[in-house]
């Protein structure tokens, strides 16, 4: 994991286990008692409301959500994520490049959201420690 004084880069398997150990109560004697569970969405800000066009390498493309609908999801307590500015391959880019990429989607989720977001999901699940670490210091 790689910290700075806002945003933290972590890897999926290490959010999850967080996320499991914040939001799933367990009952003493009988098992699972209650289970609250929280979701994040990984918004690609700058298709926002159009379509998945990756997903057209493998099947059909499928519609995203727009702003209004990430409002609504967020108000409901669903947590809204990075998922970069345009869904490049981020280690096919440049140390600017990715500082844009970053930048610019937490930009565009603050302007749009009102939020500032400390999650990123890593277009194509690609990341280095070279990226990760741009990302925490200055994306
Ligand atoms: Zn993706």
């Known amino acids: ?3 700075s004084s806002s945003f933290s880069v972590v890897c999926y398997r290490t959010a999850r286990s967080a996320m499991a150990r914040e939001h799933v109560r367990m009952g ?3 098992g699972p008692e209650r289970a609250e ?3 994040t969405v990984f918004v690609v800000t700058e298709i926002v409301g159009r379509t998945a066009a990756w997903d057209a390498l493998s099947s ?3 519609k995203l959500m ?3 609908n990430l409002r609504d999801l967020n108000s409901k307590g669903i947590a809204i994520g990075s998922h970069s500015s345009c869904h490049k391959d981020l280690l096919t880019l440049s140390s600017e490049e990715v500082v844009a990429e970053g930048g610019q989607a937490r930009v565009a ?4 959201l009102d939020i ?4 990123i999901a890593f277009p194509w699940g690609r ?4 990226v990760r670490e741009i990302l925490a210091r200055r994306g």
């Not at 500032?116 to 999650?119: C, F, I, Q, V």
Request: proline fraction near 0%; charge should be positive.
């Open 116 to 119: 500032d977001t400390k999650a």
């Open 66 to 68: 727009t702003w209004k």
């Open 1 to 3: 994991m790689t910290n």
């Open 60 to 62: 059909t493309a499928l």
């Open 109 to 112: 989720l603050r302007e749009k």
């Open 28 to 30: 003493a004697d009988n």
């Open 127 to 130: 990341s280095n420690g070279a």
């Open 37 to 39: 569970f929280s979701a």
